[in-house]
C-alpha cells in the first residue's frame, strides 16, 4: 500500500449501516483521507455558517440537503484532500455520483454494507457522538471508556438530533429511494463489492481482504505504468 499513488473509494450503505465505523477501520489500515459528508454538514451547523442553516431544515427532517448545495460543499473539499481517499455519505444521488465522475474520474471501488433496516433502528437507539470530532460511540457496541465523555477529549458526547426514531424512519425512506438505485450505477461500472451481515466486527476482515487485493492489484498496475 505504501507505494500507491492514487486510490479513491466510496463505502455506501443505509444510515446506520456501519459507514463510518468500517470507514474509519480501512482509512486506519490504508492511510486513507476520510471524507465525511455529514461531518462536514454538522460542522457547518455548529458554526452557525449561513450553509449551515439552510442544511438544518433537510437534516433534521430526514431529507437530503439538495444537491447544488452539498455538490458545492463537496467539491470543495475535494480540492485538498490529495489522492488517496474514502467518500462516506458522498454520492447520494445520481447528480451528485455524475458530479463526482466528471471531477476525478471512475472511483477504484465502491463497498456496500447491506444490513438489516430492523439492526439499524436498534443501533441508532444508543448512538453517541462528539461532535467537534465525529468520533461514535454505541452504548453496546462501543460504549466511551467513562460514560457521557469523548475517550479522546474527556468532552461531552451527545444525541444526533437526526437519530430520534421519527427522523431515522424519514432517512431509511430518503436512502431507499434516493440512495440506493445508485448501487445499480456502480454494479455497471464494475466497481461494486457488497457486504452483507448484522455485525461489523465480522464484516470487518472480509471488507480488509478485499481492499488488499485491489490495493496489490492497483499497485502493480499503477508499478507498470511508471
Ligand atoms: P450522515 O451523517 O452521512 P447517515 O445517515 O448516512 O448519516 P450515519 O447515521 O452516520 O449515516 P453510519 O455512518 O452508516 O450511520 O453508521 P455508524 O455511525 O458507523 O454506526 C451507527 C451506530 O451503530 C454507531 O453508534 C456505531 O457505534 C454502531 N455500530 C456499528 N457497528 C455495530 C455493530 O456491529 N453492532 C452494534 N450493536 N452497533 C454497531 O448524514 C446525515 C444527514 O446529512 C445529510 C442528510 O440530510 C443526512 O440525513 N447529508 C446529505 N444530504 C445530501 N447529500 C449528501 N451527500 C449528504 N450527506 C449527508
Ligand atoms: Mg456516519
Redesign the pocket.
Known sequence: MSSLQTFRTIIL??????????ATRICKTFKLNHI????I??KQQQDETELGKQ?TQ??ST????P?EL?IAL?SSEMKTVGSKWLL??????FP?AEKLHKQVGMVDSVIN?DIPFDVIRK??E??YIHFASGR???L???PPKVPGKDDVTGEPIERRA?DEPAVVMA?LK?YQERTAPLLDYYRKKGVLKEFSG????VIWPFVKEYLENITQELESKQRTRA
Open positions: 450503505g443505509a444510515p446506520g449501516s456501519g459507514k463510518g465505523t468500517i465525511v459528508s455529514g461531518d454538514l454538522r442544511a433537510y437534516i430526514g431529507a437530503l440537503v444537491d452539498m463537496m462516506d455519505g458522498f454520492p447520494r444521488t451528485q454494507l443501533r441508532i444508543s448512538r461514535t460511540y454505541n453496546e457496541f462501543n437526526d432517512r430518503t448484522t455485525e461489523s466486527n
